[in-house]
């Protein structure tokens, strides 16, 4: 079972970083799991974040985040 493990930490950065990490990783067992690739054309994975909010400070984390004065230059998943 994908989900028979958890994952404590001690801060909301790390937390956010876990969380998206997961979600992919079941993203991609569960398209594996249906004998599909994990990004075949036409499928577009999206992570969501608020505006004007602080999601912490760990790369992928800030990746998500919208362009600010901390994470400049660094936000490829980005899309407002």
Same mark, same amino acid.
């Given at each position: ?10 801060? +909301?950065?790390?937390? %956010?970083?876990?969380?998206?990490? @997961? +979600? ?10 249906? +004998? ?5 054309? +036409?499928?577009?994975?999206?992570? &969501?974040?608020?505006?004007? &909010? ?6 992928? %984390? @800030?990746? %998500? ?16």
């Amino acid at each position: 079972d994908w989900a028979s493990r958890v994952f404590f930490t001690d801060d +909301g950065s790390t937390a %956010v970083e876990v969380a998206i990490k @997961m +979600g992919l990783k079941k993203f991609v067992y569960d398209r594996e799991k249906n +004998g599909k690739g994990p990004l075949e054309e +036409g499928i577009k994975l999206t992570v &969501c974040a608020q505006q004007d &909010c602080y999601h912490g400070d760990t790369l992928g %984390v @800030m990746d %998500v985040a919208e362009p600010s004065v901390f994470n400049e230059g660094q936000h490829p998943w980005y899309e407002p």
